[in-house]
T-cell receptor, first 110, second 109 residues
């Protein structure tokens, strides 16, 4: 079974803090994705990566950056967290079009 | 442009059949996915259609018509645990998945 894990299920941070969300997959997938999911807005793509050290902006990259130093790990970074970044963050990995999701991190920024 | 449309919410009765529709407009066609997402959990894969027609998988079936840009998910013998959000998604030519808003299905006793 494909396994995608995320470092935290719940996270509470203060405005202005730097936040790291980690995602690890164990299936040697080349493609990895970071989404946020908000009520009424659905899943929105923040960044994605098709290979190590490669990153592409998704639909809403502002306020975020990513890092892919190893194939199995894709990190999402909030340089200076803001309250409008309170959301559910979902990582996914895949081969081709199908994507497998991690359990999600519910981030609250106070 | 790219667009995925599906109803926001539906209600059905335990034991009944429900059909969740999805219309899509994408640049090129690379198949259509359905995911199930329970509240507070990650989406899980249900089905992937590339060819026209109905694909059955137990109580769940998925239908695709490429000429109409239309798909539906059919759930039979509904159970309370089927209450969830159902997401329709289609990959664009860049390989990114474009998701619909999701259809919140409530199954009542």
């Amino acid at each position: 079974d494909v396994k995608v894990t995320q470092s935290s299920r719940y996270l509470v941070k203060r405005t202005g803090e730097k936040v790291f969300l980690e995602c690890v997959q164990d299936m040697d997938h080349e493609n990895m994705f970071w989404y946020r999911q908000d009520p009424g807005l659905g899943l929105r793509l923040i960044y994605f990566s098709y290979d190590v050290k490669m990153k592409e902006k998704g639909d809403i990259p502002e306020g975020y950056s990513v890092s892919r130093e190893k194939k199995e790990r894709f990190s999402l970074i909030l340089e200076s967290a803001s309250t409008n970044q309170t959301s559910m963050y979902l990582c996914a990995s895949g081969l081709g079009s199908e994507q497998f999701f991690g359990p999600g991190t519910r981030l609250t920024v106070l | 442009g790219q667009n995925i449309d599906q109803p926001t919410e539906m209600t059905a009765t335990e034991g009944a059949i429900v059909q969740i529709n999805c219309t899509y407009q994408t640049s090129g066609f690379n198949g259509l996915f359905w995911y199930q997402q329970h509240a507070g959990e990650a989406p899980t894969f249900l089905s992937y259609n590339v060819l026209d027609g109905l694909e059955e998988k137990g109580r769940f079936s998925s239908f695709l018509s490429r000429s109409k840009g239309y798909s539906y998910l059919l759930l039979k013998e509904l159970q309370m645990k089927d209450s969830a959000s159902y997401l329709c998604a289609a990959p664009n030519q860049g390989g990114k998945l474009i998701f619909g808003q999701g259809t919140e299905l409530s199954v009542k006793p």
